[in-house]
């Protein structure tokens, strides 16, 4: 019998979503400054950042836990949190395969997937904005 294996989660409250939510904040903050200096490598990097701090900022309010495990499976958790957060799931898949790119490749990021990014990770934060002050669905 093959052993059960652990969910890669673990528990947060509602004052680590604030935590996340004020994470992400930051992030894309300097996204979106990096992009308007021409910077897409940080641009995307910090995007893909914003992207996963919103992610846990509405898997803490509404899960209760936020993942730990692979990045690439973190869509999988937030998008148990009901509509916003299959919707924050959505966005989420477009930024977590940047990760890699904006931290380990040495080829450039073009404009135009950099500004992608910043929008994801804009969508992501205005949802989970939603889910901690607002209530969401």
Do not use: C
């Not at 400054?33 to 910090?46: F, I, K, M």
């Not at 509404?62 to 937030?78: K, Y």
């Not at 073009?110 to 910043?118: D, G, L, R």
């Amino acid at each position: 019998m093959t052993p059960r294996r652990q969910a890669a989660t673990r528990a947060a409250t509602r004052a680590d979503a604030v935590a996340f939510l004020h994470k992400s904040r930051e992030f894309l903050r300097a996204a979106q400054d990096s992009l308007g200096l021409g910077h897409q490598v940080a641009a995307t990097g910090n995007a893909v950042h914003a992207g996963i701090a919103a992610a846990d900022a509405i898997a803490a309010a509404r899960l209760g836990s936020v993942w730990v495990g692979e990045h690439t499976q973190a869509a999988g958790h937030v998008g148990q949190a009901g509509t916003d957060g299959r919707q924050a799931a959505t966005q989420l898949r477009r930024l977590v395969p940047l990760k890699h790119r904006a931290e380990y490749d040495p080829r450039p990021v073009p404009v135009s997937e950099a500004t992608s990014a910043v929008k994801a990770a804009e969508r992501l934060l205005a949802i989970a904005e939603r889910v901690v002050h607002g209530g969401g669905s």
